[in-house]
Nanobody, 114 residues
Framework: QVQLVESGGGLVQPGGSLRLSCAAS????????MSWYRQAPGKERELVAF????????TYGKSAKGRFTVSRDNVKNTVYLQMNNLKPDDTAVYFC???????WGQGTQVTVSS
């Protein structure tokens, strides 16, 4: 069965960094694009980053541009989100998604606070 398992979240101080991972199984990972979303309390889920199946194309939501980097390893069936210069507004649950198939992971909590 399809599984998307996010990890790497936690508590970090403003200005700090985290790297999120999303390990995929149950489908041909190298054939599909992947996305990262986030949802803060009381807010709608928003797109953070997108990466094509080969990794050759990436796009970012406005909040992520210049600070976050999405990448993937098609051998390890894993997509990553490197987040730098984190701000309190980045506090949210972060999800990975297979856009073409509609699969979501369970999410990982990121809290940015001093």
């Amino acid at each position: 069965q399809v599984q998307l398992v996010e990890s790497g979240g936690g508590l970090v101080q403003p200005g700090g960094s985290l790297r999120l991972s999303c390990a995929a199984s149950g489908f041909t990972f190298s054939n599909v694009a992947m996305s990262w979303y986030r949802q803060a309390p009381g807010k709608e889920r928003e797109l953070v980053a997108f990466i094509s199946s080969t990794g050759g194309t990436t796009t970012y939501g406005k909040s992520a541009k210049g600070r976050f980097t999405v990448s993937r390893d098609n051998v390890k069936n894993t997509v990553y989100l490197q987040m730098n210069n984190l701000k309190p507004d980045d506090t949210a649950v972060y999800f990975c998604k297979v856009p073409s198939l509609g699969y979501w992971g369970q999410g990982t909590q990121v809290t940015v606070s001093s």
